[in-house]
């Protein structure tokens, strides 16, 4: 079965530094990939998609994320961390034979001052 | 241009209750998809209706069911709830194409007491 793998719960910057947020998933054939974010008490809101086009993606709010097949990562990053930033952060896959979303565990950014 | 809504947005019952939960999706799509967010973990996906028909189902009990209406809009019932059952519920809409991207509502934060 497929799964996504976020490592590291939780992740602190400080405020102006880059953001690394890692994902891998298990799949032998590529799927897409999705990363959301989400506010406390919020629904999710999409970050950036990668549908097997360019391998790195252009999302909103500065993020981006690189489509590594060697590797299976989908890792998400941004130059430089804002405290708007703060939020927790889901990786997900879905397979072109299914209609579902696989989503990882989340991880918690806290952006310091 | 209408977002996905969900009502209401917050919930509580006692065990055993039947529990019904509200979407609209996003202006021109005609999918609907639900997820159960337990507290500190990823979105589970419970099903998806497209055409008032359930077309893929995750792994949950047959105590979840679901309806479309042929505005799009979607129901999703509980019966005889658990305490297992709190959670945030998510609606996600979508077209009918397996490519094509979820965006969800802020969700019904059900309690269960």
């Known amino acids: 079965a497929q799964s996504v793998t976020q490592l590291g719960s939780h992740v602190s910057v400080s405020e102006g530094a880059l953001v690394l947020l890692r994902c891998n998933y298990s799949s032998s054939v590529p799927p897409y990939l999705f990363w959301y974010v989400q506010y406390p008490n919020q629904g999710l809101q999409l970050l950036l998609k990668y549908t097997s086009a360019a391998t790195l993606v252009k999302g909103i709010n500065g993020f981006e994320a690189e489509f590594k097949k060697s590797e299976t990562s989908f890792h998400l990053t941004k130059p430089s961390a804002h405290m708007s930033d703060a939020a927790e952060y889901f990786c997900a896959v879905k397979m072109d034979s299914s209609y579902k979303l696989i989503f990882g565990s989340g991880t918690r950014l806290l952006v310091r001052p | 241009d209408a977002g996905v809504t969900q009502s209401p947005t917050h919930l509580i019952k006692t065990r055993g209750q039947q529990v019904t939960l509200r979407c609209s999706p996003k202006?021109?799509?005609?999918?609907v998809s639900w997820y159960q967010q337990a507290l500190g973990q990823g979105p589970q996906f419970i099903f998806q209706y497209y055409e008032e028909e359930e077309r893929q189902r995750g792994n949950f009990p047959d105590r979840f069911s679901g309806h479309q209406f042929p505005n799009y809009s979607s129901e999703l019932n509980v019966n005889a709830l658990l305490l297992g059952d709190s959670a945030l519920y998510l609606c996600a809409s979508s077209f009918a194409g397996r490519a094509d991207t979820q965006y969800f509502g802020p969700g019904t934060r059900l309690t269960v007491l």
């Open positions: 202006s021109g799509h005609d999918t």
